[in-house]
C-alpha cells in the first residue's frame, strides 16, 4: 500500500540528488581537478599535479586585487546597508495600499539590463559628463573632477546595482516585525535609541545578514562594473578571474582563485547560519 | 478603610477616525484595589489601559498619576506597566532577559537586576526556566513570564489587556486565583480587562462595566450583579431572564403591584415607578425554583420545554403561559424533593420576594 510514495519519493530525490551531482557537485570537482593542474603550452591545462597555483595567490599582487576588492565591496555592502535600512523600514511602516507601489519602484531597475545602467552612469561620472558639467555650472568647482575609474565610482556603481538585493530581504525582515513588540519595550521604559538597538536590530539580524551576503557576494563579483567605472587600476575579484580565463588563458590559476573565493563565501554563508540560528533556534 | 487616589481620567477622549472609543470618561483608581473593566469588545476598555501606559494620546482631557498629569510623559517615562493579550515577549531574548528587560532599561547594577528578576520568576513560580526561549514555554507559562516581566519593575499601576483569554478553562481558573494572590501579595493597583463577566465578578474588588466609550455601572462585583444600574448592565453581568410588566398599584414606598401578561405580582424595589408605568423584571436563573403546578400556588405559571443536566445544576427552560421562556438553574440539595420535571410537564416558577431585579423600561436601541 505504502509502496507507491516510496517509490515517488526514491524519483524525486534521486532527480534532485542527480539534478545536483551533474550540475554542481561534478564541475565544481572539475574545477577543484582544474586548479591542481599547470597551465599546458597548448593552452589549456596538462600536467604534472600541484599546488603552484595556490601559492601563486599568495604573490602581494593577488593579495592587493583580493584585499582591494573586499575594500570596496565592503563599503558598497555597508553604504547599501546605511541607505537600504532606512528605505526598508520606511516600506515595512507604509500604508498597506502603498507598499506594493513602493516595492515596484525598488523592482523597476530590474527591468533594464544593469551593464546599461552601468554605462549610464559612466555618463553621468565622466569628465565632460553631467555631474562635472552640473559642478561647473553651479560655480564650485573650476575645471572637471576626476570622478570615473576611481573607487568611489565602482562603489556608486555597485551600490546602485545592488541596493535592491539589500531593501528586499531587510523590507521581508522588518515587515514581520511585531510592531507590538515594540511597544511592550516602551512599555517597559525603552526610548527610540534602544528599542533600536534592543529589539528592533536583533530581530531583523537574520534580514541584515541576509542583504549583506546578497550584496557583499556579487559586489566582489560584478566584473563589468570594475571593467566600465573602475578601469584598469581598481580590480574586482571578478575582474581578476574573468581576465585569468578569458585574456591570460590560464584556465588552473583562474580555477585556484575562484576556489579560495568560494571558500570565502562559504565562510560568510555560515556566518549568517549562525546568526540565523541564534535568533531563532527552534525554526533551526 | 477609605484608599486613596493613585490615577485618575477626567473628561477623557478619544477618537480613532470616525469611532469614538472614549467619550467624556472619568474614572478614579484607587490605591492597591484590583479593578476591572468589563465590556463587550470595542465598548473602549482595551482603550483606558493604552492611554494610561501612554500607548495611546488621548483627544481631550486629562489622566493623572500619582497626582501628576501624564500629558506629554511617553510611555517610556510611566511608571506603569502592561501585561498584553498577547503577551508581546521578545523572542531573541531569554525568559531571564525578558523579565530583566525593564531594569535594564531602568540602568540598574547587574547585581539587583539579577536578584529582581530570580524574584520576579520565583514569584509566578517560573524558577529554573529563566535560561529558556519564550517560545519553548506552553501558552501558561508565557502569560507568568509577561506577568513578571511587568511586576518586576514594581509599576505604580499594572494593566493586564485580556492576558487570560488566550488561556484554557482550566488555567485561566488557576491563573485567576494567582494574579489575586500577586496583587495582594505586591499591593500593587491592577486594572484588569476582561470580557469575561465570571472572570471579573470572581477577581474584582471594584468592576466598571463598560459600553460604547462609556462606564455604565462602577461598584463592587456584589452590587453590579445583584444592583444593577440598567439592563445592559444586568444582562453583561449576569445570566438573565428579562420579562416586561406594567405597574398596577403601588402598595408601598418601596413595593409595588405589576401585572405580567395577566399575572399579578408583588415586587420590590427602591426606584419610584407611576402607576401604568411599563418596567422589566431581571430574573437570575439560579434564583428561580420550579414547582409542580398541582402542588403550589403563585408565582409564574407555565410548562417544561427543556431540561439540562449540567452536573451542578440542574437547568430548565420553560414556556410560560404569558408568553416569554425563561430558563432556570437550580442546584441539587437534599431538601429539594423534586427538581426532575420532564418536558411537557405543567409548573410554576417562583423566587424569594425581593431577589427580582425591577428596571425601568428602556426603549429598543
Request: include cysteine; glycine fraction near 8%; proline fraction near 6%.
Amino acid at each position: 500500500m505504502s509502496q507507491r510514495p516510496e517509490i515517488l519519493k526514491t524519483v524525486t530525490v534521486g532527480l534532485l540528488a542527480g539534478w545536483l551531482l551533474s550540475f554542481v557537485l561534478a564541475p565544481t570537482l572539475l574545477v577543484v581537478g582544474l586548479s591542481l593542474l599547470s597551465r599546458s603550452p597548448a593552452g589549456f591545462a596538462g600536467g604534472p599535479v600541484t599546488l603552484d597555483n595556490y601559492r601563486r595567490l599568495a604573490d602581494p599582487i593577488y593579495l592587493h586585487v583580493f584585499a582591494e576588492s573586499f575594500a570596496t565591496a565592503f563599503i558598497a555592502t555597508l553604504l547599501c546597508l546605511l541607505l537600504g535600512y532606512p528605505f526598508a523600514y520606511g516600506l515595512a511602516r507604509a500604508r498597506p495600499g502603498l507598499r506594493p507601489l513602493l516595492l515596484t519602484l525598488v523592482i523597476v531597475p530590474f527591468w533594464t539590463s544593469s551593464l546599461v545602467r552601468i554605462y549610464a552612469i559612466r555618463g553621468l561620472l565622466a569628465a565632460k559628463g553631467a555631474l562635472n558639467n552640473l559642478l561647473l555650472a553651479a560655480g564650485l568647482i573650476d575645471q572637471p573632477v576626476r570622478l570615473l575609474y576611481t573607487q568611489t565610482a565602482e562603489i556608486v556603481g555597485l551600490v546602485h546595482v545592488l541596493l535592491p538585493f539589500m531593501i528586499l530581504p531587510l523590507y521581508a525582515s522588518l515587515e514581520k516585525l511585531d510592531p507590538r513588540l515594540l511597544e511592550a519595550a516602551r512599555d517597559l521604559g525603552a526610548g527610540p535609541f534602544r528599542r533600536f538597538r534592543h529589539v528592533v536590530l536583533p530581530l531583523t539580524l537574520p534580514g541584515v545578514v541576509a542583504g549583506c551576503l546578497l550584496v557583499f557576494l556579487p559586489a566582489l563579483g560584478l566584473f563589468y562594473v570594475g571593467d566600465v567605472l573602475g578601469g584598469s587600476r581598481h580590480l574586482l575579484v571578478g575582474n581578476l578571474l574573468k581576465d585569468q580565463f578569458l585574456e591570460a588563458q590560464d584556465w588552473p590559476f583562474g580555477a585556484a582563485a575562484s576556489l579560495v573565493l568560494i571558500g570565502l563565501l562559504l565562510a560568510f554563508l555560515a556566518l549568517y547560519a549562525y546568526a540565523a540560528k541564534r535568533i531563532a533556534p527552534d525554526d533551526g | 478603610m477609605t484608599r486613596s487616589t493613585i490615577a485618575s481620567f477626567r473628561a477623557v477622549s478619544k477618537h480613532y477616525g470616525s469611532h469614538c472609543a472614549l467619550r467624556d470618561f472619568n474614572l478614579e483608581l484607587r490605591e492597591g484595589e484590583l479593578l476591572t473593566l468589563l465590556g463587550p469588545s470595542g465598548c473602549g476598555k482595551t482603550t483606558v489601559l493604552r492611554l494610561l501606559a501612554g500607548l495611546e494620546i488621548p483627544d481631550s482631557g486629562e489622566i493623572f498619576l500619582d497626582g501628576r498629569t501624564l500629558a506629554g510623559v511617553p510611555p517610556e517615562a510611566r511608571n506603569v506597566n502592561t501585561v498584553f493579550q498577547s503577551y508581546a515577549l521578545f523572542p531573541h531574548l531569554s525568559v531571564a532577559e525578558n523579565v530583566a528587560f525593564g531594569l535594564r532599561m531602568k540602568k540598574l547594577g547587574s547585581a539587583e537586576i539579577r536578584a529582581r528578576t530570580a524574584e520576579a520568576l520565583r514569584m509566578v513560580r517560573l524558577d529554573g526556566l529563566g535560561g529558556h526561549r519564550p517560545l519553548q514555554l506552553s501558552g501558561g507559562q508565557q502569560q507568568r513570564v509577561a506577568l513578571a516581566r511587568a511586576l518586576v519593575n514594581r509599576p505604580r499601576v499594572l494593566l493586564l489587556d485580556e492576558c487570560l483569554s488566550a488561556l484554557d478553562y482550566q488555567l485561566r481558573r488557576e491563573m485567576q486565583l494567582e494574579l489575586k494572590g500577586l496583587q495582594r501579595q505586591t499591593g500593587i493597583t491592577f486594572v484588569f480587562v476582561t470580557h469575561d463577566r465570571e472572570e471579573a465578578l470572581s477577581m474584582s474588588d471594584r468592576i466598571a462595566v463598560m459600553r460604547t466609550g462609556r462606564i455604565e455601572q462602577l461598584g463592587p462585583p456584589r452590587d453590579i450583579y445583584e444592583r444593577p444600574a440598567n439592563l445592559f448592565v444586568a444582562q453583561f453581568a449576569g445570566e438573565s431572564n428579562v420579562l416586561e410588566a406594567t405597574v398596577t398599584a403601588i402598595t408601598a414606598p418601596d413595593s409595588l403591584i405589576v401585572e405580567l401578561a395577566g399575572t399579578p405580582l408583588t415586587v420590590r424595589t427602591d426606584r419610584r415607578f407611576r402607576v401604568g408605568a411599563r418596567l422589566v423584571l431581571v430574573l437570575r436563573p439560579e434564583d428561580l425554583h420550579v414547582h409542580d403546578d398541582a402542588a403550589a400556588e403563585g408565582g409564574l405559571a407555565g410548562h417544561v420545554l427543556e431540561r439540562t443536566y449540567r452536573g451542578v445544576t440542574l437547568d430548565t427552560v420553560i414556556a410560560l403561559d404569558a408568553g416569554p421562556r425563561i430558563k432556570t438553574s437550580e442546584f441539587f440539595r437534599e431538601d429539594t424533593p423534586a427538581l426532575d420535571h420532564p418536558p411537557g410537564q405543567r409548573v410554576r416558577v417562583s423566587w424569594t420576594p425581593g431577589w427580582e431585579i425591577v428596571l425601568p423600561h428602556e426603549p429598543e436601541t
